[in-house]
Structures are given as structure tokens and as C-alpha cells.
């Protein structure tokens, strides 16, 4: 997105055909020209994950 993005609410991610991600995989989310706000809860079914906000974008972090 090239535009600002803001985010709220609970963000709720889940895995097509059976991928699963490996411990320390950096998962690009979301990017845009800006992003405002945060989400209230991030989950990823069946993994234990770490958001990282930046100024453009949302990464998570796998972390089990």
C-alpha cells in the first residue's frame, strides 16, 4: 500500500496447506507510505509470535 495505514483491532493469521513457519522467521505482514496505531492482539495459529511495528510496516517474528 503506498498510501498511510492504520491499524487497530485484533489481527488473526493463519497458514494455507499446511506451511509452517521456522523459529526466527521474519514474516512481512503489512507495509504502506506510513503506519499509524497498532493492533490490540496478534495471534498466528498454533505459534507464539513477536509483532515488530515500524514507521512503514508490521513484521512478526516467530518465536515457537
Known amino acids: 500500500v503506498a498510501r498511510e495505514i492504520t ?3 485484533a489481527l488473526s493469521v493463519s497458514f494455507a496447506n499446511g506451511y509452517t513457519p521456522a523459529v526466527g522467521t ?3 505482514i503489512i507495509s ?3 503506519i499509524h496505531g ?6 498466528v495459529n498454533g505459534h507464539s509470535v513477536t509483532p ?10 516467530v518465536d515457537a
Open 32 to 34: 504502506g507510505g506510513a
Open 7 to 9: 491499524l487497530g483491532g
Open 26 to 28: 521474519m514474516l512481512n
Open 38 to 43: 497498532r493492533f490490540t492482539s496478534v495471534t
Open 52 to 61: 515488530i511495528y515500524t514507521l512503514t510496516g508490521l513484521q512478526l517474528r
